[in-house]
C-alpha cells in the first residue's frame, strides 16, 4: 500500500492525474512489480516483470522445477556432467557426519580452514548447489561478471572441468569429490 499512497500523493502534488503509471522490475522487483498491477489496476496501468517467477509458489509449481531445468542444461553440455555433480554432492552428504573425512574435503576444495562440523559441510553443499544453480542462470555465450566472474557458456566450461577433474583423479580416496570442485 505504500507505493499506492506513494503515487496518489505524487500523482496530486505535480498534478498528473491523467498520466499513467507503469511499473516494472526484474526477479523479485518483477513479482512486485506485476502484483502491483494485478492488485491496484485503477494506479498502475501496466507491468513489465521481466524473469518474475508470479506463480512460483506450491501447489503451483513443481519445487524442482528449476534445478530439473538446471539439469537438462548440464546434461546438454554433456549427458554424463548432472551424474557427475550428483555423485559428488552424494559423497559429499554421506561424508558430513565422518569428521575423520574433512581434512581431505579441505584440501580437495581449498578450503580456508578445515571444517569442524556437519553443518560446515552443509555450507559447503550450499555453496557449491549456488554455483551450479548460478551458471545455470547466467549460461550466455560471452564472459560475464556482473554476479562472479565466468566464462562464455560457463555450464560447457564447468562440465569440461568436471570430466577433466574425474579422469585426472579416478581411483583416488573421495574421487567424486574433485569433479564438483573442479565444475563449482
Same mark, same amino acid.
Given at each position: ?5 506513494? %503515487? ?51 501447489? &503451483? ?9 538446471? #539439469? ?19 559423497? /559429499?552428504?554421506? /561424508? ?5 573425512? &574433512?581434512?581431505? %574435503?579441505?584440501? %580437495? ?14 555450507? /559447503?553443499?550450499? #555453496? ?18 556482473? %554476479? ?37
Amino acid at each position: 500500500m505504500d507505493y499506492v499512497d506513494l %503515487i496518489k500523493f505524487i500523482k496530486l502534488d505535480k498534478s498528473l492525474q491523467d498520466r499513467a503509471v507503469i511499473v516494472g522490475g526484474g526477479s523479485y522487483g518483477g513479482m512486485l512489480a506485476a502484483w502491483l498491477r494485478m492488485k491496484y489496476p485503477q494506479w498502475f496501468q501496466g507491468a513489465l516483470a521481466s524473469s518474475a517467477p508470479i506463480l512460483f509458489f506450491e501447489g &503451483y509449481v513443481d519445487p524442482e522445477a528449476y534445478d530439473n531445468i538446471a #539439469t537438462q542444461d548440464y546434461a546438454k553440455a554433456d549427458p554424463e556432467c548432472p551424474v557427475m555433480i550428483k555423485n559428488g554432492f552424494e559423497m /559429499l552428504a554421506g /561424508l558430513k557426519n565422518i569428521p575423520d573425512s &574433512y581434512d581431505q %574435503i579441505a584440501k %580437495i576444495f581449498n578450503l580456508c580452514k578445515v571444517p569442524t562440523s556437519s553443518v560446515e559441510i552443509d555450507a /559447503l553443499i550450499n #555453496t557449491l548447489n549456488g554455483s551450479f544453480g548460478t551458471m545455470a542462470m547466467v549460461d550466455y555465450p560471452y564472459p560475464t561478471d556482473f %554476479i562472479e566472474p565466468l566464462p562464455g557458456w560457463p555450464i560447457n566450461y564447468s562440465c569440461a572441468q568436471a570430466k577433466l577433474a574425474k579422469e585426472q583423479y579416478v581411483g583416488q580416496p573421495l574421487e567424486d569429490l574433485y569433479p564438483i570442485n573442479a565444475a563449482g
